[in-house]
């Protein structure tokens, strides 16, 4: 038995390095707003700036893809979607059950987004019996007496589980236990899964802290450079953080 998250080598088949796969659904997302534009080709610059991310690990990432784009042409966006979309598994239909509907549960069912990159729900899952029968984004809640037989009928392969913490590891035994190889794991919880199974955690208070650190790291460094700079720029910061700008008194650095 594995604990958390299953041990894979740093790169996928074909060679592809788990960093670049991470980076795909961010191409795919740049992209897919580019093709609903219709614009035909994009350079890595562009590309790269709409995706959040540096051009040369870009054009490095597309390298694993076989595309290399056309000089002063670009990339084919068209083109692209398709290769990021194939390389994802995307091209086929990942049917995906949610186990728990609660607040966040019934969010997630609502979010038209899985549906239009091939995540057909195929079962909402709780195990409260006043919710059996319920539609929630126009399916009815399924018993959780049900979840093995729903999982094989439809032949689920990934399951997102938003129970409580408490019920998570049982949920996702469960889900396993019926053929279930990949989770989605809201719930603030270590899984252990079997060797074979992926797990993906969604924590946004994690993303939050994160964001608490570089928050911290940015007013250090502006106190920092408050203390280093020029006589008459550091008392304007003193004077209540409002430094003269271009015509005098534009704040550049905000109160807080
Ligand atoms: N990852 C994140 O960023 C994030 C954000 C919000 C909430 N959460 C977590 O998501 C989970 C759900 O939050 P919520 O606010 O929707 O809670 P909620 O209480 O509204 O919903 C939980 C649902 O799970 C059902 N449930 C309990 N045991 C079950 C079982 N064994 N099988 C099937 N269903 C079961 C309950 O009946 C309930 O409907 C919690 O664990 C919460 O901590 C995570």
Redesign the pocket.
């Known amino acids: 038995m594995a604990t958390g998250r299953t041990h894979r080598p740093a790169t996928r088949s074909r060679g592809i390095p788990e960093a670049t796969v991470a980076r795909l659904p961010l191409y795919l997302r740049a992209l897919t707003a580019l093709s609903e534009r219709s614009v035909p080709t994009v350079s890595s610059e562009e590309l790269a700036a709409a995706a959040g991310v540096n051009s040369a690990k870009l054009r490095k990432d597309f390298s694993y893809l076989g595309s290399y784009g056309t000089r002063g042409v670009g990339y084919d966006v068209e083109y692209l979607v398709y290769q990021i979309s194939r390389e994802l598994g995307l091209t086929q239909d990942w049917p995906v059950v949610i186990?728990?509907?609660?607040?966040?549960?019934?969010?997630l069912a609502g979010y038209g987004g899985f549906a239009s990159r091939g995540f057909r729900i195929a079962a909402l899952?709780?195990?409260?019996v006043q919710?059996t029968g319920r539609l929630i984004a126009g399916l009815p809640v399924r018993h959780?007496d049900e979840?093995e037989g729903i999982v094989e009928d439809n032949q689920v392969s990934i399951g997102v589980?938003?129970?409580?913490?408490?019920?998570?590891q049982?949920?996702c035994d469960r889900l396993v236990a019926a053929g279930v190889t990949s989770i989605l794991?809201?719930?603030?919880?270590v899984l252990t899964v079997p060797d074979g199974v992926d797990v993906r955690?969604?924590?946004?208070?994690?993303?939050l802290q994160i964001l608490a650190f570089h928050e911290q790291r940015k007013a250090g460094e502006e106190l920092e450079s408050s203390l280093t700079a020029p006589p008459v720029a550091a008392k304007a910061v003193r004077d209540g953080g409002r430094r003269p700008g271009p015509d005098g008194d534009v704040p550049a650095v905000m109160p807080a």
């Open positions: 186990v728990g509907m609660g607040n966040l549960g019934a969010a899952i709780d195990a409260d919710l959780a979840l589980i938003t129970t409580p913490a408490g019920a998570a049982e949920v794991n809201f719930a603030p919880t955690k969604v924590d946004l208070s994690i993303e």
